[in-house]
């Protein structure tokens, strides 16, 4: 069932546009949600679009020694986000699966985290630093769990391709799927982390850390960074519901398409009742969490391995 | 003229170039440039011999002497295994020449008649050991000559007590894996044996692996402990757990940086070899039933693991830079050991099954293809590191910081060799994982254990991108420190002379190459199997070339993977320039600024966030697996103003600048 090459470029196109549309929108909910849920009333839903948008007209100001790389770190971190977003099935097939496989896609995601960690390293301020190096340290223990998901879909079905792995493959080839389970309560608890907000947006700590990374941004860079943190709500939701929740992708193009909205929405309500209830962790105690969810995650490749 | 007499006279050349070498040590550059056309003749005759073994198989074997009292000939045989490890060694050990050119000088009070004839005599051992067949006498000579001149290079800086120290501690491991060795060759040796006609002697590698299948029924305890000897003598080469701890990360940062280069990069993986050569090359495949058992390929892949896992996680607490490269040595072996272990693994299975045969062969790709990366990468970050330290003058990565504006070569090689040791798409070292995780991770349906191991793998890949985020980011990144600033004020000028920038240059070129083209690689190692036709290596070498796909693509045979690096490299490049494209759209003009400290700019020294500092919350809970130790290199005061900033940045009001 190989699309044709003209097939791929469009979904890939198709992707994109839609990372680029959702995630400034799935942010507006989120903040108009977040208020409603603290008795305020919040900005419009409009309103990440014009921040985004005034950002890329301000002032740009580079406090680094080394400006040209905090350039290529906010251009890296959009371009890493929408490479992802091209491997990644949004309604249709994985437009770049004909170049990479699971292996690539779980490099990339990792990738995604590198760019702020060079911004921040780049920018030079001691707050920016500590940021960095708290972003790290997530991404040490968290970037494993999406591993051992992809793996163990792996496993079942005995295939690295992505059109066959982001296809509900944790699920497939057993009559419980224990593993493929566990995996999926895992990633929901995990998925707060992986986008990076309360009660585990640690690296940004706005109250201690200033944006973190992100303190001496401004202007189109600010804009590039934060867009590539909306996006990653679509982004690594889309890989959640291709990997544990993939019904409906098959039907014809614009139900698929439906299906996949209501599934980022139902997620992105979760998220944010969660986000706007919780207070932050400090980061042991996220940390202490993080390794919670890897060991189970380590008992579930193992119950993978022996069938279940 | 076979390959084994040019390789004979790549070793004259460098034991002559030893000889010669020693009158004009007293002229530092002229002892360099004689050192460098040595090692560069010598370099071009072993990558002559490799690459013509690679293209037209073995030639006949040459035999140099004969001792049948002591049943050992010195016997030279040039195969497809060892023409990689020659390329590799000549490659790396002309880079290191042409480094020490500018390098030395910064060793003004040293004499270079302690350096120079024991480079050359290095690398002689090293081109010998790896085409040498006799496993007693001439592995004995060979050894040696590596071993002796590598530790007079350790302790090259003999005034510094603790290079003594690291020094001894490297020969006695040394000495100790070479009896093992030699105790496992006696206990495998049944006697002289005519193989294909010729007559070899008792410890000849040949007449083993002929009297190999005729031991393993009879005597199979025997041939265990014997491959245990083995395991171990090679082991503590290769720096595998828990004995590469011992030696090798005290010995790394003591030896001159081209030195460090060479060990790191080339010379550990003459363990590798070994390895490679007892498990694959000696059996032959009647054999494989006996041999070895389920037991051995669990202890392999499981000894990779550790290792991999413990050297990286040490090396994520280091904070002296060629202390951490050292840990990551231990660390990127552990990666080798495992794909040696997943071949092995999957073989038994593979003689049955077509598939699974090829993924046994795609283990032993990103095993061997992880040794050729690792040693491109990891001499360069050497390099990189010799570079801050003749620069800077430190090993503190504390005491480093902003490098990027007066040393950009330096710091774009360091990048480009960071994400490489990290496994970045694009990369070398992704190229070779990647072969290496597929086979393990689609041949746990025959060994379950491969995917556990592969968990553990990914998981310290990470690990290896913080740890190089650290040692990148702290050197090259993050605010000017005191120390960089102070030498910019004395010297003005701080990147490193051309031909050091040239050798630094030469192997990040490689690292790309080999990261968008990993066919070429992979290539090599097809005809690296094809091209040594013994044992084990026989069964790998069957399997069809892994598929090319696309341009550049590669693929297992049955397509159940796929990386085509360019389609990669065209998509990202596109995105890239579209984010370049976004960030103009506004028109808006840039303005330098100061960071904002909370008005605390003048403490920039003390509210450094410093190396000392990274991932703390990470690694403290693996202090239990040790690895710092009362660093030697640790300065007085970096210590102490890290941890001010650990306390709360900027609350330091005592000092006397404010």
């Given at each position: 069932m190989e699309a044709s090459f003209g097939v791929r470029i469009l979904h890939g196109v198709l992707n994109v546009a839609l990372v680029l549309v959702l995630a400034p929108l799935f942010e507006g909910i989120l903040r108009k949600v977040t208020a409603r849920v603290q008795s305020r009333q919040g900005p419009p839903v409009w309103q990440p679009y014009f921040d985004l948008l005034k950002l890329l007209g301000k002032e740009d100001l580079e406090t680094g020694e080394s400006p040209g790389v905090q350039r290529l770190a906010a251009w890296l971190s959009l371009a890493a986000i929408l490479s992802v977003s091209l491997l990644v099935p949004m309604g249709?097939?994985?437009?770049?699966s004909p170049a990479g496989d699971a292996y690539l896609l779980i490099y990339m995601l990792t990738f995604c985290g590198i760019t702020t960690m060079l911004a921040g390293l780049a920018a030079g301020s001691t707050y920016s630093v500590v940021g960095m190096s708290r972003e790290m340290m997530a991404v040490m223990t968290l970037e494993p769990l999406l591993a051992v998901a992809v793996i163990i879909g792996v496993v079942r079905v005995g295939s690295l391709r992505l059109d066959e792995v982001l296809n509900g493959s944790p699920y497939a080839h057993a009559k419980l799927p224990l593993a493929g389970l566990i995996m999926l309560a895992v990633s929901v608890l995990a998925l707060q982390a992986f986008i990076g907000r309360l009660p585990f947006d640690i690296t940004e700590a706005e109250t201690e850390l200033m944006e973190g990374p992100l303190m001496e941004y401004s202007g189109p860079k600010l804009a590039l960074f934060k867009f590539t943190r909306m996006a990653k709500v679509v982004v690594y939701g889309s890989l959640l519901v291709a990997l544990f929740a993939p019904w409906g992708s098959g039907l014809p193009a614009p139900v698929n398409l439906l299906a996949l909205l209501a599934k980022l929405l139902v997620l992105v309500l979760a998220v944010t009742l969660v986000a706007a209830t919780h207070a932050r962790y400090r980061i042991d105690q996220a940390i202490r969490y993080y390794l919670g969810l890897l060991g189970a995650s380590f008992a579930a490749l193992v119950l993978a391995l022996a069938g279940y | 003229m076979t390959a084994a007499t040019v390789m004979l006279a790549a070793c004259c050349v460098s034991l002559v170039g030893a000889v010669v070498v020693i009158p004009v040590c007293r002229n530092r550059l002229l002892a360099g440039q004689v050192n460098l056309a040595a090692s560069v003749l010598a370099g071009l005759l072993a990558a002559g011999a490799g690459l013509s073994v690679l293209a037209g198989g073995p030639g006949e074997p040459l035999t140099l002497l004969t001792m049948p009292e002591y049943g050992s000939a010195l016997r030279i045989h040039v195969d497809g295994l060892s023409a990689v490890f020659l390329l590799l060694i000549a490659l790396i050990s002309a880079l290191a020449a042409l480094y020490s050119l500018e390098y030395m000088?910064?060793?003004?009070?040293?004499?270079?008649l302690r350096y120079y004839p024991y480079f050359q005599l290095f690398v002689a051992g090293m081109y010998a050991i790896v085409v040498i067949t006799d496993l007693m006498a001439g592995f004995f000579i060979c050894w040696q000559l590596m071993t002796l001149a590598s530790y007079a290079l350790v302790r090259f800086e003999y005034r510094k007590v603790e290079n003594i120290r690291a020094a001894n501690r490297y020969l006695v491991a040394m000495q100790v894996a070479c009896a093992l060795i030699l105790a496992g060759a006696a206990m495998l040796a049944q006697g002289p044996a005519t193989v294909g006609g010729h007559k070899r002697m008792r410890f000849d590698f040949d007449a083993i692996s002929h009297g190999m299948p005729d031991l393993l029924r009879h005597s199979g305890g025997l041939v265990t402990v014997a491959l245990l000897c083995f395991l171990l003598g090679f082991g503590i080469k290769a720096g595998m757990w828990p004995f590469g701890q011992c030696w090798l990360p005290a010995a790394h940062p003591a030896a001159p940086s081209p030195i460090s280069a060479l060990l790191s990069g080339v010379m550990i993986k003459t363990g590798m070899y070994g390895l490679m050569r007892s498990f694959l090359w000696l059996v032959r495949e009647d054999a494989l039933a006996a041999f070895p058992s389920q037991a051995w390929r669990l202890a392999i892949a499981g000894l990779g693991t550790i290792t991999l896992f413990v050297g990286t996680m040490q090396a994520l607490?280091?904070?002296q830079s060629k202390r951490l490269l050292a840990f990551h040595s231990i660390g990127q072996m552990g990666y080798i050991l495992l794909g040696l272990g997943a071949c092995l693994a999957l073989l038994p299975a593979g003689v049955r099954d077509e598939g699974v045969l090829g993924l046994a062969a795609l283990a032993f790709y990103g095993s061997l293809f992880h040794a050729m990366n690792h040693g491109i990468f990891k001499s360069l970050l050497f390099l990189n590191a010799g570079s801050m330290l003749s620069a800077i003058g430190t090993q503190d990565l504390n005491r480093l910081g902003g490098l990027m504006r007066p040393m950009p070569t330096t710091a774009v090689t360091a990048l480009i060799a960071s994400l490489s040791i990290s496994g970045v798409p694009l990369f070398n070292g992704f190229a070779s994982k990647w072969s290496l995780y597929v086979a393990a991770i689609l041949g746990s349906a025959h060994a379950p254990y491969l995917a556990l191991c592969v968990v553990v793998a990914i998981l310290t890949s990470t690990l290896t991108l913080a740890s190089f985020l650290k040692f990148f980011g702290a050197s090259f990144l993050s605010r000017r420190s005191a120390a960089v600033a102070e030498r910019i004020a004395s010297r003005g000028r701080l990147e490193v002379g051309r031909s050091m920038q040239a050798a630094q240059v030469t192997l990040a070129v490689g690292c790309l190459l080999f990261g968008l083209a990993p066919l070429f690689g992979y290539w090599v190692i097809q005809r690296a199997l094809a091209t040594s036709p013994q044992g084990l290596a026989i069964l790998l070498a069957r399997p069809p070339l892994i598929a090319a796909t696309g341009l550049t693509g590669i693929a297992p045979p049955g397509g159940r993977a796929l990386f085509v690096p360019l389609v990669v490299l065209v998509v990202f490049g596109a995105t890239l320039l579209f984010a370049a494209a976004v960030s103009r759209l506004g028109g808006v003009h840039r303005r330098a600024a100061e960071p904002w400290l909370c008005g605390y700019a003048l403490e920039s020294e003390q509210n450094r966030y410093t190396a000392h500092n990274f991932y703390r919350e990470v690694t403290r809970y693996f202090h239990w697996l040790g690895g710092t130790g009362p660093s030697p290199h640790r300065e007085n005061g970096a210590g102490r103003s890290a941890d001010a900033v650990a306390a709360g940045a900027g609350t330091n009001t005592a000092d006397p600048r404010t």
């Open positions: 249709g097939a994985s437009p770049l | 000088e910064h060793y003004a009070e040293y004499s270079l607490r280091q904070e």
